[in-house]
């Protein structure tokens, strides 16, 4: 998001309406944090998290014949392990992975105290990047700790469904529907 926000900058366009050069600051650190740390977070449960994968691997891949699926997405699942284990991010433990998200997500949740929102009673960039996160992490399928932790937090879970109302309104239309 960071250089398509910055060519629409360039052009007029201010994703951080009202907000101090230093609460602008604070924005680009958390929009940094939701698509390095939380997106680690996702794709490592997603891919690495045997029963969250099962489930992946069948919703991703479903236009792949489910006599090939298996094998061909063996190949592409151990691209996406060498990477995270290359990254460094999945070759710690459970425990301190899960620690290193917690505190991300208490960061979130510290600044959630003015309002619905980051930086108050309106999304910034910074909400437009971080609650697709947060809001995939809660509807991981299969059991997962992370999941677990942002799903048994209010205050973040009351933050998901603001930033859906406030900014994807046509997903919430959608799911209503059915």
Same mark, same amino acid.
């Given at each position: 998001?960071?250089?398509?926000? *910055?060519?629409?900058?360039? =052009?007029?366009? #201010? ?5 101090? !050069? ?5 924005? =680009? ?10 997106? &680690? ?12 994968? /099962? ?11 489910? /006599?090939?699926?298996?094998?061909? +997405?063996? %190949?592409?699942?151990?691209? /996406? =392990? +060498? ?10 433990? %459970?425990?301190?992975?899960? *620690?290193?998200?917690?505190?991300? &997500? ?7 105290? #003015? ?10 960039? $910074? #909400? !437009?990047?971080? /609650? ?10 299969? !059991?997962?700790?992370?999941? #677990? ?15 859906? !109302? ?9 799911? $209503?529907?059915?």
């Amino acid at each position: 998001m960071g250089r398509i926000q *910055a060519f629409l900058e360039t =052009r007029g366009a #201010d994703f951080h309406p009202g907000l101090t !050069a230093l609460q602008k600051a604070t924005a =680009r650190a958390f929009q940094r944090l939701a698509e390095e740390n939380l997106s &680690l977070g996702l794709v490592h449960e997603r891919w690495m998290n045997d029963d969250c994968w /099962v489930r992946v691997r069948d919703i991703f891949f479903a236009s792949i014949p489910e /006599v090939q699926r298996v094998p061909v +997405t063996d %190949d592409i699942r151990k691209q /996406v =392990r +060498t990477g995270m284990l290359a990254h460094g991010f999945s070759r710690m433990n %459970d425990a301190d992975r899960l *620690a290193l998200m917690q505190e991300d &997500l208490a960061a979130i949740e510290a600044l959630l105290w #003015d309002g619905p929102f980051l930086f108050g009673d309106r999304p910034t960039a $910074a #909400d !437009a990047s971080v /609650v697709p996160f947060l809001d995939m992490l809660s509807t991981l399928p299969g !059991a997962s700790p992370l999941a #677990d932790l942002v799903k048994g937090n209010a205050r973040l879970m009351a933050y998901v469904a603001a930033g859906r !109302a406030a900014m994807y309104p046509e997903m919430q239309a959608l799911q $209503a529907a059915g």
